[in-house]
Nanobody
Framework: QVQLVESGGGLVRAGGSLRLSCVAS????????MGWYRQTPGRHREFVET???????TYEDSVKGRFTITRDDAKKMVYLQMNSLKPDDTAVYYC???????????????WGQGTQVTVSS
């Protein structure tokens, strides 16, 4: 069974840092663009940052200069280093992979279960 599992969330004071991790497990041969999204109650899930196979990254303007996404393909992992956190960053953070090559065929738009990040003022 292929799945994505996030970790690293928690409670932190404004100005602090957290590092989120997401690992893809199962019989996976290839991994496409990996990314992080976040969602607060009553709002749609929103894009935070993505990283392509070639390392090209895209990010949402509000996290520019504060968040950094990286990936380790050998470990099938993606990370989100979050610095200078603000209360507005409070959300459930989700890992997403747009396409994975697996034993049973291509798997599109896979999501993790989410990890809560809470930033206190």
């Amino acid at each position: 069974q292929v799945q994505l599992v996030e970790s690293g969330g928690g409670l932190v004071r404004a100005g602090g840092s957290l590092r989120l991790s997401c690992v893809a497990s199962g019989r996976i041969y290839t991994i496409g663009t990996m990314g992080w999204y976040r969602q607060t109650p009553g709002r749609h899930r929103e894009f935070v940052e993505t990283i392509a196979i070639d390392g090209y990254t895209t990010y949402e303007d509000s996290v520019k200069g504060r968040f950094t996404i990286t990936r380790d393909d050998a470990k099938k992992m993606v990370y989100l280093q979050m610095n200078s956190l603000k209360p507005d960053d409070t959300a459930v953070y989700y890992c997403k992979v747009d396409r994975m090559g697996t034993q049973i065929g291509p798997l599109l738009d896979s999501w993790g279960q989410g990890t809560q990040v809470t930033v206190s003022s």
